[in-house]
């Protein structure tokens, strides 16, 4: 008898370290949000208040999402004296969305500047390009259709050094001029350029709602 119940308890004693065993590994963590489209807009059209505004912007909705510890810079170009280019504004990468999925490894792989980088392109469009609530943007079937991203760039990534305004003055205005477009989901318009797909009708909020969109831009982590 003794020797059974020696036996029955060496048993029970090994199958705590059979189901530490059988036990998955440890997933990684998330990545934190790095990258995100505004959930709303400033409100008064392309009048951000300028650069530094739309940056606030960026910034008071990453806070509002629980990432204010980091820098954020709004994607936005603008042109004339001391023009600024979006790709330099937004760090180095790489960028994760709300739901840790990386949408660039670097500022080459998001504007393709190789030609294998623009062969395989960004995984942008409207299942990663989420907002900072991890929710997709409206796009093209949806009501209202807000995919129509400001950025006042050019595919690359840089400003227009034309004499037209494509950055409704630089971000400071609500009327006259126009500012370039980006195409959230990657679609509609024969165009789908996520950061240059054509200009908005006007700089005014109903302007910009006309053809798709809400005043919303793109926010990247420039110091995680």
């Not at 060496?10 to 990258?35: D, E, H, Y």
């Not at 009501?143 to 400071?172: E, F, K, M, V």
């Not at 797909?197 to 420039?222: D, E, K, M």
């Amino acid at each position: 008898m003794k020797t059974v119940r020696i036996l029955v308890l060496t048993g029970v004693a090994a199958i705590p370290t059979a189901l530490v065993l059988a036990q998955p590994p440890a997933q990684p963590a998330p990545q934190p949000m790095t990258f995100f489209v505004t959930s709303v807009g400033k409100g008064d059209g392309a009048n951000l208040g300028g650069l530094a505004g739309a940056d606030a912007h960026c910034q008071a909705l990453a806070a509002a999402a629980g990432r204010g510890s980091a820098t954020w810079h709004a994607y936005l170009s603008t042109q004339g004296s001391g023009a600024v280019n979006a790709r330099d504004r937004i760090g180095n990468g790489p960028w994760y969305n709300a739901r840790g999925q990386r949408v660039a490894q670097n500022v080459g792989e998001l504007h393709g500047d190789t030609i294998e980088q623009a062969r395989l392109g960004n995984v942008l469009g409207k299942q990663f390009s989420l907002t900072e609530k991890s929710a997709p943007v409206n796009g093209v079937g949806d009501t209202p259709n807000q995919h129509d991203i400001l950025t006042g760039s050019q595919p690359d990534g840089r400003g227009y050094t034309d004499s037209a305004d494509h950055t409704c003055n630089n971000w400071s205005s609500n009327g006259q001029g126009t500012a370039q477009l980006g195409h959230s989901d990657k679609q509609g318009g024969g165009n789908s350029s996520w950061n240059s797909a054509h200009p908005s009708r006007g700089c005014s909020q109903p302007n910009l709602v006309a053809t798709g969109g809400a005043g919303l831009i793109y926010c990247f982590a420039v110091a995680p």
